[in-house]
């Protein structure tokens, strides 16, 4: 269910990275091709009024306080104003959230966030009751109340899911503790995110060309893919130069987010941050723990991989610094935005005609902001949080064929959430995170099984096939190496280590060269490049990474169970993409045919993975 009680309001987006674009001035772009925002507030005026009325509602909450046990009826009013109340604070934070994102140098919607960030602290303080007074509720009267009062239904699920929890729930002053503690515990994550992103010096360097580039995240991001090595190793040399030198620093931050996690799952009485972290969505440790130990079991696969690259490369030895080139240079595929959106569509065709009509609203009804524009948001995400309205896209569109893949991508965030919401109450419509990464990433397997079905020149083959291997090797491998990571330094917290920056380093550098087989001579990596720990963003996360893997794995099986054609598949996965939250993320997968709790979803991933690599092998034996 969607409660707005310590929620994270960072995680309404679904996000991905995208390239650099030209941007142009807002005024030089079409209507048709940008946000129509006025479908959610008619200005910002409106948006000011609303909020101002629910500032004033808000508290009303309080009313409730001491009768939720005393009937159905008193119970269930509570449940409807909080979730009333929710979806409009929601919808308020979106709008101004991506107004924002239009333009970043605009301070007027930053502080428009943080006034609706400051209404939902504010609630969520004063509702802090809510949850222990349910709690104290016998679960034979919940069940009575439930049965008595229709009304009930919609909130079933989350109150069975409340008791389920109820050992880890808090008396009413240390839920609003820890509530309050919110101001505090983000603290280290706020405090990466400022030392990264303003406060390092990054360097510039100058490549081969003349072309002359500021190492800060972004532009490592795109300057590592250069095509000349020397520029690579001097890219990767001054990048991780500078997190060197402020190693004490990341490491200090790091060790308080691990602290805060210890923290939180010890007030709730968890034996472990990681349970902690997957009971919400009551995921079996099991999982995570099965997905480490399986892409530990196929390494070979991707060393197999790796072993590809460096043949394309046309290398003797492969180095870290040689993961991000592209291996085919000759083809260049481009398409405007209108022939992008037709291959998008005609490779979603197998999902049959309601879904794709749909998809072809958002196209053509301002769903997308598509065209990079001074200073608007880099990347690309989907927003599907608006109940009563419809999904938005952003996009960075430059016409590449990653920037088709990228809106194919968010194209299926959005019509996750579209069929969530049409088909759910709003309760029960949100997703939880652990699927939501395998609708979009299903769209991408349907778009280059399209591509590859269209096209039978070699070189663009081989550049398809790459670029899903390489997306592989960023999703399922990459992500488990950070996840293992992840483990690894949230267990030596837990046993009482320290964590410093030489340990962090040290750990780091052992899970990934194991998983590059630097020992092997699979590919080397420079010491200097093992304190990467301190460049990735989603270790202050709280065990999130791992869900990109599984939700690839997911999203394999039930690819392949459409495309080819085996009754029934369509019909389930679009049942997949409208259950939302009502109920747990691996009950939803299992009745669309995925069980996560074995290992068949991965297999059919590495299967794939290696009927892909014998593909390449066969192109390349034949242009030698």
């Known amino acids: 269910m969607r409660w707005i009680l310590g929620a994270a309001m960072t995680m309404i987006m679904f996000s991905s990275s995208a390239p650099a674009a030209e941007t142009k001035s807002r005024d030089e772009i079409d209507a048709k091709y940008k946000w129509n925002l006025t479908d959610l507030y008619e200005n ?16 009303k909450i309080v009313d409730f306080k001491g009768k939720l046990g005393d009937s159905a009826g008193e119970l269930l009013a509570c449940l409807e104003f909080v979730s009333g109340l929710d979806k409009e604070l929601t919808r308020l934070y979106i709008y101004a959230s991506m107004a924002s994102d239009l333009d970043t140098r605009v301070s007027g919607y930053q502080a428009m966030k943080q006034k609706i960030q400051q209404t939902y602290t504010d609630f969520g303080s004063k509702a802090s009751f809510m949850e222990p007074e349910i709690l104290a509720i016998d679960a034979e009267r919940i069940d009575e109340f439930i049965k008595s009062e229709e009304g009930l239904d919609v909130y079933s699920f989350y109150l069975h899911d409340l008791k389920r929890k109820e050992e880890h729930r808090l008396s009413e002053k240390e839920e609003k503790i820890l509530a309050l503690a919110g101001m505090i515990t983000g603290a280290p994550s706020n405090i990466y995110g400022i030392l990264s992103n303003a406060d390092i010096p990054y360097p510039e360097v100058t490549l081969s060309d003349g072309t002359k580039v500021t190492l800060n995240s972004a ?70 723990h099965s997905l480490i130990e399986n892409v530990n079991n196929n390494l070979d696969s991707f060393h197999r991989y790796l072993n590809i690259k460096k043949r394309m490369l046309g290398l003797e030895t492969l180095e870290y610094i040689d993961l991000y080139t592209p291996t085919v240079k000759s083809v260049d595929l481009e398409y405007t935005i209108d022939e992008g959106s037709k291959i998008v ?24 902001d598509i065209y990079p524009t001074q200073g608007k948001r880099s990347g690309a995400y989907s927003s599907g949080n608006a109940y009563d309205v419809h999904p938005y896209i952003l996009l960075n569109y430059n016409g590449t064929y990653s920037d088709v893949s990228t809106l194919a991508h968010e194209m299926g965030h959005t019509m996750h959430s579209y069929y969530s919401n049409e088909n ?44 899903y291997l390489d997306g592989l090797k960023g999703t399922v491998f990459r992500q488990t190496q950070f ?3 992840e483990l690894r330094i949230h267990e030596m917290v837990e046993q009482g280590e320290a964590l410093t920056s030489e340990n962090l380093t040290e750990i780091y550098a052992e899970i990934v060269r194991k998983y590059y087989g630097h020992d092997k001579g699979v590919c080397v990596i420079n010491d200097l490049y093992t304190h990467e720990w301190a460049y990735i963003p989603h270790f202050y996360y709280n065990y999130y990474v791992y869900q990109y893997s599984t939700s690839f ?24 993409i409208s259950a939302g939250g009502s109920d747990y993320p ?8 995925v069980d996560m709790t074995t290992a068949d979803p991965f297999n059919k991933t590495m299967d794939q993975m290696n009927r892909v690599m014998d593909e390449i092998e066969k192109i390349l034996d034949r242009r030698q």
């Open 219 to 288: 532009g490592y991001a795109r300057a590592r893919a250069t095509e000349n090595r020397d520029d690579r190793r001097l890219v990767f040399d001054e990048f991780y130069k500078t997190l060197k030198q402020y190693r004490n620093t990341y490491g200090a931050t790091l060790s308080a987010q691990i602290k805060k996690d210890l923290f939180t799952s010890r007030s709730r009485g968890y034996k472990d941050c990681l349970s902690a972290a997957l009971d919400s969505n009551n995921i079996p440790t099991s999982v995570y």
């Open 553 to 576: 794995c997911a999203s394999t099986a039930l690819a392949e169970k459409v495309l080819n054609n085996e009754p029934g598949a369509k019909e389930k996965f679009l049942q997949f």
């Open 424 to 467: 759910q109450p709003y309760p029960l419509a949100d997703y939880s995170i652990f699927v939501a990464e395998v609708a979009s990433t299903f769209n991408e397997a349907l778009l280059i099984d399209y591509m590859l079905k269209n096209l039978e020149d070699d070189e663009t083959r081989l550049s398809l096939l790459m670029e």
């Open 345 to 368: 569509l005609e490779a979603l065709a197998p999902l049959g005609e309601e879904y794709t009509s749909t998809v072809n609203r958002a196209i053509n009804n301002r769903w997308i």
């Open 44 to 59: 910002d005026e409106a948006w000011e009024q609303t909020l101002d009325k629910l500032d004033k509602e808000k508290d």
């Open 483 to 485: 996840a293992e990571f």
């Open 586 to 593: 691996v009950a939803i997968l299992n009745k669309a045919g």
